[in-house]
């Protein structure tokens, strides 16, 4: 049947597992080089306090906090590449042509697997490697990046919480970089890089143009915007960027297959 044809469930399980298994058979060092950098980090910070006086006092939350957000947004960008950016390669493109599943299967297999799966691993190894380091150097677990993210809890993903939004942009950096993974065949990062650049120059014109519609009305229609309507803005638009890319992502994968 055309269900059939476009997704049958037994052979989505099937090629999602071996999709995934080969994910971490490659990538699985990689991450868990990124999720160890709290460890690196208490090392490093150790050793420099050996030739500074006074007692040892461990990297503040603060600090710890903008290394995450900085190691996110460098995982964002390489693990689309390392993830699917081989199916544009001409033999490694040919064998993923070949592979018993619909476009709509591989579509949702990669998005699952490199925008949800992989990026929680790193979290999960990030989160617990902070908890080590923090605990082993006798700082209070309150201290902790696991106690202090919001996002961990469902309940406020779309909530007062950054965190939440934090992670949902993460997901969205990430979808930009599969498009440009799957779509690019050199230069896969840099060129997805001057696509954004170019968009985010774009956005800001047109915002700009906004601003200067509410300022000539002295920005009455500002004023008005309570936060809750800001906020359900703001996830309004993180949804549908999301939406749109898994549609892109959709049919650049269709055109691969073809």
Not at 37 to 64: A, D
Not at 125 to 147: H, K, N, Q, R
Request: proline share 2%; glycine share 8%; aromatic share 14%.
């Amino acid at each position: 049947t055309a269900m059939n044809d476009t997704f049958n469930f037994k052979r989505f399980g099937k090629y999602f597992a071996s999709d995934l298994t080969r994910l971490f058979s490659e990538n699985w060092l990689k991450v868990l080089c990124f999720g160890l950098i709290p460890v690196f980090g208490l090392i490093l910070s150790y050793m420099f306090s050996l030739f500074v006086p006074g007692e040892y006092e461990y990297i503040g939350l603060g600090t710890r906090e903008f290394f995450l957000a900085a190691t996110a947004a460098i995982f964002s960008v390489w693990i689309p590449s390392a993830c699917y950016g081989y199916v544009t390669d001409k033999r490694a493109g040919s064998n993923y042509i070949l592979i018993p599943a619909s476009v709509l299967e591989k579509t949702v297999s990669v998005i699952i697997n490199a925008a949800a799966i992989v990026p929680a691993a790193f979290l999960v190894i990030y989160a617990v490697s902070d908890l080590v380091a923090t605990l082993v150097t006798g700082t209070a677990v309150s201290e902790t990046l696991l106690m202090n993210m919001s996002a961990w809890n469902l309940s406020e993903l779309f909530g007062d919480g950054v965190d939440g939004y934090a992670l949902i942009s993460l997901h969205i950096s990430i979808l930009y970089f599969i498009l440009g993974a799957v779509f690019f065949r050199r230069g896969k990062i840099s060129k997805t890089i001057l696509v954004l650049f170019g968009l985010g120059v774009l956005c800001l014109f047109i915002m700009l143009m906004v601003l200067k519609g509410f300022s000539d009305n002295g920005f009455d229609g500002l004023e008005q915007l309570d936060e809750s309507v800001f906020r359900g803005l703001t996830t309004a638009a993180l949804v549908i960027q999301a939406i749109v890319l898994y549609i892109l992502i959709y049919f650049r994968i269709k055109k691969i297959q073809q």
